[in-house]
């Protein structure tokens, strides 16, 4: 019998806790018979959420947790005190090997602050950082980091390009995958200090296929399948993605419906409408994995719904699977931080 991979949950965060956390979950485990959910947070909540559903029992359980850390508070500190907190006690599961994977839409401070101090750094990884995968004509592309290093280094950047393409190789399966840096020019010289300084660092990079500069024009192109940059151009780059991306799909639909003619249109265009705007929907492809920690951590949006719970907990199936932490510890070299 295939063994089940076990997914920790912060079933209190996020702005739809607990009610779309326990359905995301529920769906999760209706899906796929190799995953068991346990469901970290106050357990009079959380089993009340279960109870409207119908769903294997086995595969999910209650842990409680008696403290929530809210969005505002300073995250280290928070991890520190809020020791029954749902974050602090689902990262210490996957510490302690109780779980292989943790899962959370709560606070992103927290979550990255937990994953360094509580579940921990593969040696020789310097920083973490946070990537998840965006939507592109061709398919998906891996932004990294999109929000956990702001003063990145050189050096940084660098293993976040070899991080990112065992990522895109074994859980994307896309072969030799091509790696870029974000940048305001296609040629060389151009890019602040930090881009200069990296160039040529990840063109001398060994087991990596580095195609140079691209600019942000080209991202939606997919004309990269790992894109490198430090989290505050990530960060920019993946909340304007997003907010460009509701805003075009909420003007077509209104578009479509402003008279009679377009409504007939609509109803002959609305199936390969709704394919195409389907494809460049965030939420279905799940959370941003926080590279390079001794276990997965997999950080959600804020406001996520049940269906990109769902994809959250079933992608850590494929890096289990996979073993991309291992992978990590056998192809980075690095000096120890």
Do not use: W
């Not at 294997?56 to 809020?82: C, D, F, G, L, S």
């Not at 300084?197 to 997919?222: D, H, Q, V, Y």
């Amino acid at each position: 019998m295939k063994e089940m991979v076990r997914v920790a949950v912060d079933a209190m965060g996020g702005d739809h806790a607990p009610e779309e956390i326990v359905r995301g979950a529920v769906d999760a485990v209706k899906e796929r018979s190799d995953i068991m959910v346990i469901l970290v947070g106050q357990e009079e909540s959380v089993n009340s959420e279960l109870a409207k559903y119908e769903y294997p029992k086995e595969q999910i359980e209650v842990r409680n947790a008696t403290e929530i850390i809210e969005m505002a508070e300073p995250p280290v500190v928070a991890i520190r005190r809020k020791k029954d907190s749902s974050i602090v006690v689902a990262m210490n599961m996957v510490k302690h090997g109780e779980a292989d994977a943790f899962v959370s839409a709560g606070s992103t401070g927290a979550v990255l602050a937990g994953g360094q101090l509580i579940v921990g750094r593969i040696k020789g990884i310097e920083r973490p950082p946070l990537a998840p995968l965006i939507p592109t004509k061709n398919g998906v592309s891996l932004l990294v980091d999109c929000g956990a290093n702001v003063d990145a280094r050189p050096s940084h950047l660098v293993q976040f390009a070899q991080m990112g393409s065992i990522y895109m190789e074994h859980v994307v399966g896309i072969k030799n995958p091509r790696v870029a840096i974000v940048n305001i020019g296609a040629e060389e010289e151009k890019g602040n200090a930090l881009v200069k300084e990296t160039f040529p660092l990840l063109k001398e990079c060994e087991g990596i296929n580095f195609i140079g500069s691209i600019e942000a024009r080209e991202i939606p192109n997919g004309a990269a399948d790992v894109i490198v940059c430090e989290a505050f151009v990530g960060n920019v780059i993946l909340k304007l993605y997003e907010g460009l991306s509701s805003t075009l799909i909420s003007t077509i639909k209104k578009g479509l419906m402003s008279t009679v003619k377009s409504k007939i249109g609509a109803a002959l265009a609305l199936p390969a409408l709704k394919k195409t705007l389907k494809s460049f929907d965030a939420s279905a492809y799940g959370g941003a994995p926080l590279l390079g920690c001794k276990g997965l951590v997999v950080k959600t949006h804020g406001s996520a719904k049940a269906i990109e719970v769902k994809n959250s907990i079933i992608q850590c199936v494929t890096f289990s699977e996979q073993a991309i932490n291992d992978k990590i510890r056998e192809n980075i070299l690095s000096e120890e931080g």
